[in-house]
């Protein structure tokens, strides 16, 4: 089997899972970012905080932790998810700017070497704010455990321009443009990339294209199936 996804939580999951078993991390965790205002910002579902239209997409939870808890919460699964991986494997975790701080500081305490920032151009289809800057981009955080795999391979751009719907239609209310992934995983060596927040399965696809194997986890049910039907017709 190329690919295998779990529709459990994925911080019990991981700790389950043997030692140095998967070869990378690529993945997009919720963000719990979104709004200027607590009130705002300590909603639990996805929809309401990122969408103007809420009904286009299925639901999400896990979208309400404050800054402290987020932190605490991401060390944890990363530290997990780090002793999954084999020594050397890359991780590229996805952020927004308002998370960046957090998540650099959870995955070098998860055990990690924090080695850069890939920037996502979300080009000027992206949310514009009158008399401010549009906000157009997202971030990678990448880097790895222990020393990095491959001192010999071609160079990656260090900043990514794909609108939303570059490759097709969003299928998940922050899916990512399957060209952004496809450009991703270049960096991962052969083997089977783990992302434990696979949502509508956009890793696990660019995974299964580039010839790697997937291991992958989703909470909700109906992403999970959508994720499942996208894999299984790759
Ligand atoms: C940002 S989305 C991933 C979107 C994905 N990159 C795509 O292109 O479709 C994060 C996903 O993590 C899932 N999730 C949140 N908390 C989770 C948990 N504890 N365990 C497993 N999945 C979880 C959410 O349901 C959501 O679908």
């Known amino acids: 089997m190329h690919w295998q996804l779990h529709n459990v939580d994925a911080l019990p999951w991981l700790l389950d899972q043997s030692a140095g078993e998967f070869d990378a991390l690529v993945t997009d965790p919720p963000y719990s970012s979104g709004g ?4 705002d910002r300590v909603k639990d579902k ?3 905080k990122y969408l103007s ?3 286009l997409y299925p639901e999400f939870s896990g979208e309400n932790r404050d800054q402290y808890s987020y ?3 991401s060390t944890l699964w990363l530290s997990q998810a780090c002793r999954t991986l084999r020594e050397g494997a890359p991780v590229l975790l996805f952020s927004d700017w308002r998370q960046l701080p957090v998540m650099t500081s959870a995955m070098q305490a998860a055990g990690f070497t924090w080695r850069g920032i890939v920037a996502w151009d979300k080009t000027e289809a992206s949310r514009p704010q009158k008399g401010r ?3 157009q981009a997202e971030f990678v955080i990448w880097g790895s455990k222990g020393a990095w795999h491959d ?3 071609p160079t990656q751009p260090g ?3 794909f609108a939303v719907t570059a490759g097709g239609p969003k299928l998940h209310t922050t899916g990512k443009p399957l060209p952004l992934m496809d450009a991703l995983v270049k960096v991962c060596p052969s083997g089977t990339i783990l992302d434990p927040f696979a949502g509508s399965g956009t890793t696990g696809m ?3 294209r580039s010839g790697r194997r997937f291991v992958g986890c989703e909470r909700e049910e109906a992403y999970y199936k959508i994720a499942c039907e996208r894999l299984a017709a790759a």
């Open 159 to 161: 900043v990514l321009r």
């Open 206 to 208: 660019a995974a299964l």
């Open 71 to 73: 932190l605490q919460w």
């Open 133 to 135: 800057f549009r906000q």
């Open 53 to 55: 239209s809420p009904n």
């Open 36 to 39: 200027l205002h607590t009130k």
């Open 46 to 48: 996805a929809n309401d």
């Open 151 to 153: 001192a010999d391979g």
